[in-house]
Protein backbone atom coordinates (compact mmCIF):
# COMPACT_ATOMS: atom_id res chain seq x y z
CA UNK A 1 0.00 0.00 0.00
CA UNK A 2 1.21 3.34 -1.66
CA UNK A 3 -0.13 4.93 1.38
CA UNK A 4 1.64 2.94 4.39
CA UNK A 5 4.69 4.29 2.49
CA UNK A 6 3.90 7.73 2.41
CA UNK A 7 2.58 7.78 6.25
CA UNK A 8 6.37 6.76 7.06
CA UNK A 9 8.18 8.90 5.49
CA UNK A 10 5.90 12.02 7.15
CA UNK A 11 5.88 10.11 10.19
CA UNK A 12 9.82 10.10 9.71
CA UNK A 13 10.36 13.76 8.92
CA UNK A 14 8.42 15.06 11.66
CA UNK A 15 10.40 12.64 13.96
CA UNK A 16 13.33 14.19 12.72
CA UNK A 17 12.18 18.02 13.27
CA UNK A 18 11.14 16.89 16.47
CA UNK A 19 14.59 15.37 17.81
CA UNK A 20 12.67 11.97 18.17
CA UNK A 21 13.52 8.54 16.85
CA UNK A 22 10.88 7.50 14.73
CA UNK A 23 11.46 3.58 16.68
CA UNK A 24 9.41 5.37 19.40
CA UNK A 25 6.07 5.97 17.56
CA UNK A 26 3.74 3.30 16.64
CA UNK A 27 1.28 3.79 13.94
CA UNK A 28 -2.40 2.09 14.71
CA UNK A 29 -4.46 1.11 11.51
CA UNK A 30 -7.55 2.04 12.37
CA UNK A 31 -9.58 -0.06 10.50
CA UNK A 32 -13.28 0.54 11.92
CA UNK A 33 -15.61 -0.30 9.14
CA UNK A 34 -12.80 -1.30 6.96
CA UNK A 35 -12.96 -4.07 4.44
CA UNK A 36 -11.31 -6.86 4.54
CA UNK A 37 -9.30 -6.46 1.24
CA UNK A 38 -7.58 -3.17 2.82
CA UNK A 39 -6.57 -4.32 5.50
CA UNK A 40 -5.36 -7.93 4.04
CA UNK A 41 -3.32 -5.41 2.05
CA UNK A 42 -1.90 -3.16 4.70
CA UNK A 43 -1.27 -6.23 6.56
CA UNK A 44 1.15 -7.29 3.64
CA UNK A 45 2.50 -3.73 3.55
CA UNK A 46 4.21 -4.39 7.00
CA UNK A 47 1.38 -2.95 9.50
CA UNK A 48 1.01 -4.74 12.86
CA UNK A 49 -1.15 -2.90 15.08
CA UNK A 50 -5.01 -2.56 14.33
CA UNK A 51 -7.47 -0.48 15.70
CA UNK A 52 -11.07 -1.44 16.54
CA UNK A 53 -13.76 0.65 17.78
CA UNK A 54 -16.46 -1.82 18.31
CA UNK A 55 -16.63 -5.37 20.02
CA UNK A 56 -18.96 -7.19 17.58
CA UNK A 57 -16.56 -5.95 14.51
CA UNK A 58 -13.82 -6.65 16.38
CA UNK A 59 -14.55 -10.00 16.95
CA UNK A 60 -16.48 -10.55 13.75
CA UNK A 61 -13.08 -9.30 11.93
CA UNK A 62 -10.41 -11.39 14.19
CA UNK A 63 -12.63 -14.77 12.88
CA UNK A 64 -11.72 -14.01 9.75
CA UNK A 65 -8.40 -12.52 9.61
CA UNK A 66 -5.35 -14.91 10.35
CA UNK A 67 -2.52 -12.74 10.78
CA UNK A 68 0.21 -12.34 13.29
CA UNK A 69 -1.18 -8.61 14.40
CA UNK A 70 -2.16 -7.08 17.69
CA UNK A 71 -5.66 -5.51 17.63
CA UNK A 72 -5.97 -2.09 20.05
CA UNK A 73 -9.62 -1.91 21.28
CA UNK A 74 -10.07 1.93 20.90
CA UNK A 75 -14.04 2.73 21.28
CA UNK A 76 -16.14 3.53 24.50
CA UNK A 77 -16.41 0.23 26.07
CA UNK A 78 -18.85 -0.84 28.00
CA UNK A 79 -18.97 -3.53 30.95
CA UNK A 80 -21.45 -6.06 29.18
CA UNK A 81 -18.92 -5.98 25.95
CA UNK A 82 -15.59 -6.22 27.84
CA UNK A 83 -14.90 -10.43 28.04
CA UNK A 84 -15.72 -10.22 24.10
CA UNK A 85 -12.79 -7.76 24.18
CA UNK A 86 -10.21 -8.83 26.96
CA UNK A 87 -10.34 -12.25 24.50
CA UNK A 88 -9.19 -10.71 21.62
CA UNK A 89 -7.23 -7.41 22.21
CA UNK A 90 -3.64 -6.80 23.07
CA UNK A 91 -3.84 -2.93 24.42
CA UNK A 92 -7.74 -1.24 25.57
CA UNK A 93 -7.55 2.36 25.04
CA UNK A 94 -10.25 3.45 26.80
CA UNK A 95 -10.76 2.81 30.32
CA UNK A 96 -12.20 5.29 31.90
CA UNK A 97 -13.93 4.53 35.06
CA UNK A 98 -12.89 2.21 38.38
CA UNK A 99 -15.72 -0.12 37.37
CA UNK A 100 -14.61 -1.03 34.28
CA UNK A 101 -11.23 -1.36 35.34
CA UNK A 102 -12.87 -3.60 37.49
CA UNK A 103 -14.39 -6.06 35.40
CA UNK A 104 -11.71 -6.10 32.55
CA UNK A 105 -9.09 -7.02 35.51
CA UNK A 106 -12.04 -9.82 36.26
CA UNK A 107 -12.27 -11.17 32.88
CA UNK A 108 -8.81 -11.14 32.18
CA UNK A 109 -8.19 -13.19 35.38
CA UNK A 110 -10.61 -15.66 34.40
CA UNK A 111 -8.75 -16.14 31.52
CA UNK A 112 -5.49 -15.68 32.84
CA UNK A 113 -3.76 -12.76 31.02
CA UNK A 114 -2.19 -9.58 31.76
CA UNK A 115 -4.50 -6.94 30.24
CA UNK A 116 -2.38 -3.59 28.82
CA UNK A 117 -4.39 -0.58 29.24
CA UNK A 118 -4.53 2.83 28.76
CA UNK A 119 -6.52 5.03 30.71
CA UNK A 120 -8.81 7.80 28.20
CA UNK A 121 -8.52 11.49 29.59
CA UNK A 122 -10.85 14.02 28.13
CA UNK A 123 -8.87 17.12 27.71
CA UNK A 124 -11.87 18.83 25.91
CA UNK A 125 -15.13 20.57 27.05
CA UNK A 126 -16.83 18.81 23.86
CA UNK A 127 -19.58 16.73 25.29
CA UNK A 128 -19.68 13.92 22.58
CA UNK A 129 -16.39 12.92 24.10
CA UNK A 130 -15.61 10.70 26.97
CA UNK A 131 -12.65 10.14 29.30
CA UNK A 132 -11.39 11.15 32.97
CA UNK A 133 -12.16 14.69 33.59
CA UNK A 134 -9.83 15.43 36.89
CA UNK A 135 -6.51 14.99 38.45
CA UNK A 136 -8.18 13.41 41.40
CA UNK A 137 -10.12 10.63 39.47
CA UNK A 138 -7.07 10.16 37.94
CA UNK A 139 -5.44 8.95 40.73
CA UNK A 140 -7.87 6.80 41.87
CA UNK A 141 -8.54 5.12 38.93
CA UNK A 142 -4.48 4.79 38.35
CA UNK A 143 -4.24 3.37 41.96
CA UNK A 144 -6.55 0.81 41.55
CA UNK A 145 -4.88 -0.35 38.53
CA UNK A 146 -1.56 -0.23 39.90
CA UNK A 147 -3.08 -3.22 42.95
CA UNK A 148 -4.67 -5.38 40.39
CA UNK A 149 -3.70 -8.69 39.28
CA UNK A 150 -4.63 -8.89 35.72
CA UNK A 151 -4.39 -5.55 34.80
CA UNK A 152 -1.19 -3.86 33.21
CA UNK A 153 -1.36 0.22 32.69
CA UNK A 154 0.82 1.07 29.93
CA UNK A 155 -0.17 4.65 29.73
CA UNK A 156 -3.05 7.50 28.62
CA UNK A 157 -5.05 8.34 25.48
CA UNK A 158 -6.98 11.51 24.22
CA UNK A 159 -8.89 12.90 21.42
CA UNK A 160 -8.06 16.50 20.60
CA UNK A 161 -10.60 18.69 20.08
CA UNK A 162 -12.36 19.23 16.24
CA UNK A 163 -10.78 21.88 15.78
CA UNK A 164 -8.59 24.24 13.29
CA UNK A 165 -6.53 25.86 15.95
CA UNK A 166 -3.45 24.63 16.46
CA UNK A 167 -2.70 26.23 19.62
CA UNK A 168 -5.83 24.08 21.10
CA UNK A 169 -4.98 20.64 19.84
CA UNK A 170 -1.38 21.34 21.05
CA UNK A 171 -2.46 21.86 24.40
CA UNK A 172 -4.58 18.66 24.37
CA UNK A 173 -2.06 16.98 23.51
CA UNK A 174 0.63 18.51 26.09
CA UNK A 175 -2.01 18.47 28.99
CA UNK A 176 -2.05 14.78 28.34
CA UNK A 177 2.20 14.59 28.53
CA UNK A 178 2.24 16.92 31.44
CA UNK A 179 -0.04 13.88 33.18
CA UNK A 180 1.76 11.08 32.35
CA UNK A 181 4.66 13.11 33.92
CA UNK A 182 2.19 14.07 36.92
CA UNK A 183 1.51 10.23 37.54
CA UNK A 184 5.67 9.16 36.95
CA UNK A 185 6.05 11.18 39.91
CA UNK A 186 4.19 9.15 41.83
CA UNK A 187 5.23 6.30 41.38
CA UNK A 188 3.46 5.01 38.15
CA UNK A 189 5.35 3.55 34.93
CA UNK A 190 3.84 5.34 32.30
CA UNK A 191 5.25 4.42 28.82
CA UNK A 192 2.43 5.61 26.30
CA UNK A 193 0.78 8.31 25.04
CA UNK A 194 -2.17 7.17 22.37
CA UNK A 195 -2.32 10.25 20.72
CA UNK A 196 -2.35 12.10 17.21
CA UNK A 197 -5.17 10.92 14.52
CA UNK A 198 -4.65 11.78 10.65
CA UNK A 199 -5.55 15.42 10.85
CA UNK A 200 -3.27 16.25 13.94
CA UNK A 201 -0.61 13.28 14.18
CA UNK A 202 2.19 15.90 13.45
CA UNK A 203 1.55 17.88 16.35
CA UNK A 204 1.36 14.88 18.89
CA UNK A 205 4.40 13.50 17.76
CA UNK A 206 5.73 16.88 18.43
CA UNK A 207 4.54 16.45 21.85
CA UNK A 208 5.58 13.11 22.62
CA UNK A 209 2.99 10.97 20.98
CA UNK A 210 3.91 7.16 21.15
CA UNK A 211 0.93 5.74 19.58
CA UNK A 212 -0.89 7.18 16.23
CA UNK A 213 -4.58 6.33 15.41
CA UNK A 214 -4.13 6.71 11.53
CA UNK A 215 -7.48 5.67 9.83
CA UNK A 216 -7.98 7.94 6.66
CA UNK A 217 -4.48 8.20 5.91
CA UNK A 218 -3.86 4.56 5.87
CA UNK A 219 -6.87 3.73 4.31
CA UNK A 220 -8.73 6.53 2.80
CA UNK A 221 -12.08 7.92 3.38
CA UNK A 222 -14.73 5.10 4.44
CA UNK A 223 -18.56 4.78 3.34
CA UNK A 224 -20.05 5.08 6.66
CA UNK A 225 -23.26 3.99 4.78
CA UNK A 226 -22.57 0.07 4.17
CA UNK A 227 -20.92 -2.23 6.62
CA UNK A 228 -17.27 -3.07 6.61
CA UNK A 229 -18.25 -6.40 5.07
CA UNK A 230 -19.70 -4.83 1.87
CA UNK A 231 -16.34 -2.52 1.24
Known amino acids: ????????????????????????VKIIAVSKNTGLDLINQAISAGMKDFGESKARELSEKTDVINADIKWHFLGHLQRNKVKTVVEIAEYIHSVDSVR???????QAFAINKIQKILLEI????????????????????AEYCKS????????????????D???????????LRNLKTLLNLRG???????????GDYETAIEEGSTMLRLG??????????RSWREQ
Open 1 to 24: MESINIINEKIKLCCQKAGRNPSE
Open 100 to 106: LAEEINR
Open 122 to 141: KTSSEVAKYGITSETELIEI
Open 148 to 163: ADSIELEGLMTMAPYT
Open 165 to 175: DIKIIRRSFSD
Open 188 to 198: FDIKELSMGMT
Open 216 to 225: SAIFGKRDYS
